[in-house]
């Protein structure tokens, strides 16, 4: 298997631009979880699914993030509009069942202007 | 809620030293334990797992044992190499929560 596969790897826009992240688990994993990374704050949770259901969308900052998984092999996190405080490192992950190890992706690194 | 308290780094360390990396959880249930990973540029990866109390998992010459009467997971490794410089995190997942809990990780640099 290819891993959890993310696009973009680095994504550059400026403020106030619509940011949609993509991420691939690996197939057959039945959760989903995206991550945010920065040195501030550290590793932070942002949203996780099960069979392609959100079950826990506490950690998304503010309504202007967005989280959608249409089919068990795609999932997207959008940012609309984009502030230079999101600049971080966004990672996905999956898992086979609730209690295992996580597979990471290799990350997208967002930078806002 | 479930919480995991790593010791704080940055941590440095001449290559061959030997490496403790202290973890405490606190769980209401029984959950599995976990120590990644992260080398810079990547994502974090799986270093080694323990499921039930007294299991020790290992890997790359780390080992970790899962003290359910002192709810820790120590990171170990007898000789560090200069290639182990990464941030290490411990985690838990329980299989009723779904999710894991990590804590804040530890930078570990090892100087030739």
């Known amino acids: 298997d290819a891993g959890v596969i993310q696009s973009p790897r680095h994504e550059v826009t400026e403020m106030g631009q619509e940011v949609t992240l993509r991420c691939k688990p690996i197939?057959?994993?039945?959760?989903l979880f995206w991550y945010r990374q920065t040195m501030m704050r550290g590793l932070e949770l942002l949203i996780y699914?099960?069979?392609?259901?959100?079950?826990?969308d506490s950690g998304m900052p503010e309504d202007r993030f967005s989280a959608k998984m249409p089919n068990a092999s795609f999932s997207t996190l959008k940012i609309q509009p984009s502030e230079p405080r999101d600049s971080a490192v966004y990672f996905c992950?999956?898992?086979?069942?609730?209690?295992?190890?996580?597979?990471f992706g290799p990350g997208t690194r967002l930078t806002v202007l | 809620g479930d919480s995991v308290t790593q010791m704080e780094g940055p941590v440095t360390l001449s290559e061959e030293a030997f490496l403790t990396i202290n973890c405490t959880y606190t769980?209401?249930?029984?959950?599995?334990l976990f120590w990644y990973v992260q080398y810079p540029g990547e994502g974090l990866q799986l270093l080694l797992k323990?499921?039930?109390?007294?299991d020790k998992g290992s890997n790359k010459g780390f080992e970790a044992t899962y003290r359910k009467e002192t709810t820790s997971f120590h990171l170990e490794k007898g000789s560090v190499q200069v290639s182990d410089s990464a941030v290490y995190f411990c985690?838990?997942?329980?299989?009723?929560?779904?999710?894991?809990?990590f804590g804040d990780g530890t930078t570990l640099t090892v100087k030739p």
């Open positions: 699914f099960n069979n392609n259901v959100p079950i826990d």
């Open positions: 197939s057959g994993h039945d959760y």
């Open positions: 992950a999956s898992s086979l069942v609730s209690g295992h190890s996580q597979f």
């Open positions: 769980a209401t249930g029984y959950p599995s």
């Open positions: 323990a499921t039930k109390a007294d």
């Open positions: 985690a838990l997942s329980d299989s009723n929560a779904g999710k894991s809990t």
